[in-house]
């Protein structure tokens, strides 16, 4: 991973960018023209797009020093590069470098703003909660997949959602502790004993998949034991829908042009696909009814005896499988990564754990670690799974910092504004975590408690409701494999490039390499 320090860029206040901007004014002139971007120009100059001066008794902003002060065309250049390098984490950590963690810069035109700031993030998560949202551009691209269910909507509608989901997605019981336990036999019986290497990150892939089909669908895809074609199916068109609608699928100039004229076929057919499945096992589910103890209080069986439509059902159990089932798998991936590349975390785990005896840990057991905790907690630091997002300011509103010469002063953000947040860049703020911020260290938590600069899962009335969840499938899926294997080694050859879709992931996956410990082997034979 690159070091901040090396992206250290200029900052520069409006006044420099409008001096700048009258040099470079007449080369844009024409392009402006061609490219139909003279409504965009006028409303700036007249500040149509909300951000007149005259109407600002805020202090200025922070401005990134563009090279381009009318369209901001190097940002957008900056950036589009850099996704395709797998590095816009680091790239726009760069923007928020040193002390300034609010910056606005140009978005074709108009004013955006990516900030860092704990502050900040406090205040549009929870302060001036109502004052943003989730904005349309996630809701119209995200809409063929979510529907307009939890992950996809605001106010009211999302209100009612999250209200009938969280007692879902938030419990853990034994119910919950026996999936996991009966999908980590699945996933430990397909991992090579031998020592050779292998992609743990495609491995995490199918076992967060048939773990959440079966706790919020009640029916497994069971692609790590006996997957069946359905299934099979269903998994690769979710996986690739969620790729397309999140524009990671295909750069190629072909597609986009093909896709732009005909419509993306490829993508109504996985979207047929994942609906056909899913209305396949609900169909089943009413004509079956509750089967078995386990299946009585089943999310499909009880929402609807609650007397909820069956579609609406269909997205809410969509929501909670997409919104939970990739973040979970780059997470597991992740900690995988972590303790690949650091032998002696690896043996103190194996040293606290090894009170357990090599049994599966009771729930109880979850909260029993505090060397796993520290750990897990390190690696959500250096790689949330969420590491970037953006929200849309709702009405005229502000934070309480980007503006003045310390940028320590309160900005105006106007309705309409996009204003996009770092989790990844604040995570790395010294002043939280230490000097060492780049460095894997699970023990700086023993000391640190850095409340809003820690965010993983969000915080406020529209945070993660699938925390507890993920952390009681992390810390006990850890827990097993720790166990079960003697080491783990680092077999990757590339170094980690990010994949940023609905969330972050390693771009060539996560090779390790792993040894069996003949003593405690914990696969039920
Ligand atoms: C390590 C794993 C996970 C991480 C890091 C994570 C992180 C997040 C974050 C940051 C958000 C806020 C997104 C936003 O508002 O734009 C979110 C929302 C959400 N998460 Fe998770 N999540 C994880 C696992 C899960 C799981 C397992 C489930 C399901 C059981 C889940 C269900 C949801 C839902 C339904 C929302 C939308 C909440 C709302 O809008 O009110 N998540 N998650």
Not at 39 to 49: F, H
Not at 57 to 70: A, E, G, R, T
Not at 338 to 356: D, G, K, M
Request: proline share 5%; aromatic share 10%; net charge positive.
């Amino acid at each position: 991973m690159p070091n901040a320090s090396s992206y250290v860029l200029p900052f520069s206040t409006k006044d420099n960018i409008d001096r700048e901007r009258t040099v470079t004014i007449a080369s844009y002139a024409l392009l402006l023209f061609l490219v139909g971007f003279t409504k965009t120009a006028w409303s700036y100059v007249n500040g149509r797009n909300g951000i007149s001066q005259k109407h600002i008794s805020f202090q200025k902003p922070v401005w990134y020093s563009h090279k381009d002060p009318i369209f901001g065309l190097d940002v957008l250049w900056m950036c589009a590069t850099a996704v395709f390098q797998g590095r816009l984490l680091e790239v726009t950590r760069s923007m928020l470098y040193g002390a300034r963690k609010t910056v606005s810069y140009l978005f074709l035109g108009r004013q955006a703003v990516i900030t860092s700031d704990p502050e900040n993030l406090k205040a549009m998560l929870a302060g001036n909660f109502h004052d943003f949202g989730i904005g349309e551009t996630r809701k119209n691209s995200l809409r063929p997949l979510f529907g307009g269910a939890i992950f996809n909507s605001d106010g009211e509608i999302w209100q009612q959602h999250r209200t009938i989901l969280r007692p879902f997605a938030s419990r853990v019981r034994t119910q919950e502790l026996l999936h996991f336990e009966n999908y980590f036999q699945h996933l430990i019986a397909t991992l090579p004993r031998d020592g050779c290497t292998i992609d743990i990150q495609q491995s995490f892939n199918s076992f967060t998949l048939d773990i959440s089909t079966a706790v919020f669908l009640g029916k497994s895809t069971n692609l790590l034991s006996s997957p069946s074609q359905s299934g099979q199916r269903f998994a690769a068109a979710f996986d690739h829908a969620q790729r397309a609608l999140s524009g990671i699928d295909d750069y190629s100039l072909t597609s986009l042009v093909k896709n732009a004229i005909f419509g993306n076929d490829r993508l109504k057919t996985s979207l047929k696909e994942i609906h056909t499945f899913l209305d396949q096992v609900l169909d089943q589910c009413m004509l079956e009814g509750p089967q078995d103890p386990t299946s009585q209080d089943s999310f499909f069986h009880t929402l609807t005896r609650q007397g909820r439509a069956r579609q609406d059902i269909k997205y809410d159990i969509l929501n909670l499988v997409l919104a939970g089932k990739d973040t979970t798998a780059a997470y597991l991936s992740s900690i995988w990564y972590f303790l690949s590349q650091n032998p002696s975390t690896y043996a103190r785990l194996r040293s606290e754990i090894s009170v357990l005896n090599g049994q599966a840990p009771t729930k109880d057991d979850l909260n029993r670690f505090p060397f796993l905790s520290q750990t897990l907690k390190e690696v959500l630091r250096l790689q949330p799974p969420v590491a970037i997002n953006q929200r849309t300011a709702i009405r005229d509103t502000c934070l309480p910092h980007g503006a003045g010469s310390d940028g320590l002063s309160p900005m105006r953000i106007p309705r309409g504004a996009s204003v996009g947040y770092s989790v990844y860049a604040m995570h790395r703020l010294p002043e939280y975590f230490g000097e060492d911020v780049d460095t894997f260290r699970p023990e700086r938590w023993e000391s640190i408690r850095p409340q809003w600069a820690f965010m993983p899962f969000h915080a406020g009335p529209r945070s993660c409701i699938g925390q507890q969840f993920a952390m009681a499938l992390a810390k006990y899926s850890t827990i097993r494999m720790v166990q079960h294997f003697a080491a783990v080694e680092d077999r990757n050859e590339r170094p980690w490039e990010e994949k940023l879709g609905l969330n972050c992931s390693s771009k060539h996956g996560v090779n390790v390499g792993l040894v069996v410990d003949g003593e405690r082997d914990c696969r039920v034979s």
